[in-house]
């Protein structure tokens, strides 16, 4: 019998905590106009878990929720404002973004939407104009 790692994590006054259990499904940065405009940064960097890993422990009174398209359910801390994660109902998966997950050792694999990325990162990881095929997407790679 393994044991299954579990990291905590909050947002950023600390009053919603949570916990995501095992391994992401996929970690990478995402380049798509909705997660910049989001996160006021030039580019996401996402950990995807299945919704059974993430357990929020503290605070699930005081997430608010926000959903600019059916795609994504985007989560913040009524408090602090903080972003905690998104939800993707259609790719069945939770978006727990890497920055709220202190101990995890994250360890980008892909970047999506690079097509519309503001800022180029030349890292040798493949590139896709959306998403991977088995999340629904293309699956076409784009230059570095």
């Known amino acids: 019998m393994s044991i299954q790692k579990s990291y905590k994590g909050s947002c950023?006054?600390?009053a919603?905590?949570?916990t995501v259990s095992g391994e992401p499904a996929a970690m990478g940065y995402c380049h798509c106009e909705s997660c910049r405009h989001w996160s006021a940064a030039p580019v996401n960097a996402f950990?995807?878990?299945k919704p059974e890993a993430v357990q929020v422990t503290r605070g699930a009174?005081?997430?608010g929720t926000y959903n600019k398209t059916p795609q994504s359910y985007r989560k913040w801390c009524k408090t602090c404002g903080g972003h905690?994660?998104?939800?993707?109902p259609g790719m069945g998966l939770?978006?727990?973004y890497a920055a709220v997950i202190p101990d995890l050792a994250y360890s980008p694999g892909v970047h999506v939407h690079?097509?519309?990325a503001r800022l180029r990162?030349?890292?040798g990881l493949p590139k896709l104009k959306d998403v991977p095929c088995e999340l629904g997407g293309s699956g076409v790679s784009v230059d570095e």
């Open 47 to 49: 950990t995807l878990w």
């Open 61 to 63: 009174d005081n997430i």
């Open 121 to 123: 990162i030349k890292d």
């Open 94 to 96: 939770i978006d727990v």
């Open 12 to 14: 950023f006054c600390g």
């Open 114 to 116: 690079y097509q519309e």
């Open 84 to 88: 905690i994660f998104t939800e993707h």
């Open 16 to 18: 919603v905590e949570f």
